[in-house]
T-cell receptor, first 111, second 112 residues
Framework: DAKTTQPPSMDCAEGRAANLPCNHS???????VYWYRQIHSQGPQYIIHGLKNNETNEMASLIITEDRKSSTLILPHATLRDTAVYYCIAVNAGNNRKLIWGLGTSLAVNP | EAQVTQNPRYLITVTGKKLTVTCSQN?????MSWYRQDPGLGLRQIYYSMNVEVTDKGDVPEGYKVSRKEKRNFPLILESPSPNQTSLYFC???????????FGPGTRLTVT
């Protein structure tokens, strides 16, 4: 499974867009990019996933580069409640139970 | 409400005293899993279960046991807890087509 690389921490002003990058340069063709977040030691929460195309749901947007070597999670209007650790994970479609969790990006949304 | 529940949420125990952490889900999910989370190490999978009576080891199974006698329940058993099992534990579940996993609230275990 592809390893992902994320910056350890980021800051964002409340009300502004938060853009969280993820590098997955070794991702294979059948691996999806999944994003989860974990708010202050609570259980991780699924946000969004994608394979090739950009995706949007009520929580966020996911932009995947054309070569699929990197992606960006966008929280369009960050609030204080979005302060959390965000995890980017490459998931093999053929072995979709094996999630390799890195240390994620700790996002601080500031008032 | 669809959810994964864990009990207890907090537990302080002594070395060698057997304990069980329960996990239950009400979403009729086939897949369930246990993770532990430690500072600087992230989430690591302990055991998982693809369905009733089907379990398998994750990355860090030593010192743990599990069972899956009913679809909704997946208890984690520490037969002889040791201080290095002090950790934050999460149970998760998903459908057979997954892999969006739904996590419980966590159990913070301290072994002295």
């Amino acid at each position: 499974d592809a390893k992902t690389t994320q910056p350890p921490s980021m800051d964002c002003a409340e009300g502004r867009a938060a853009n969280l990058p993820c590098n997955h340069s070794t991702i294979s063709g059948n691996e999806y990019v999944y994003w989860y977040r974990q708010i202050h030691s609570q259980g991780p929460q699924y946000i969004i996933h994608g394979l090739k195309n950009n995706e949007t749901n009520e929580m966020a947007s996911l932009i995947i580069t054309e070569d699929r070597k990197s992606s960006t999670l966008i929280l369009p209007h960050a609030t204080l409640r979005d302060t959390a650790v965000y995890y980017c994970i490459a998931v093999n479609a053929g072995n979709n139970r094996k999630l390799i969790w890195g240390l994620g990006t700790s996002l601080a949304v500031n008032p | 409400e669809a959810q994964v529940t864990q009990n207890p949420r907090y537990l302080i125990t002594v070395t060698g005293k057997k304990l069980t952490v329960t996990c239950s889900q009400n979403m009729n999910h086939e897949y369930m899993s246990w993770y532990r989370q430690d500072p600087g190490l992230g989430l690591r999978q302990i055991y998982y279960s693809m369905n009733v009576e089907v379990t398998d080891k994750g990355d860090v199974p030593e010192g743990y046991k599990v069972s899956r006698k009913e679809k909704r329940n997946f208890p984690l058993i520490l037969e002889s807890p040791s201080p290095n099992q002090t950790s934050l534990y999460f149970c998760a579940s998903s459908t057979s087509t997954g892999p969006e996993q739904y996590f419980g609230p966590g159990t913070r275990l301290t072994v002295t």
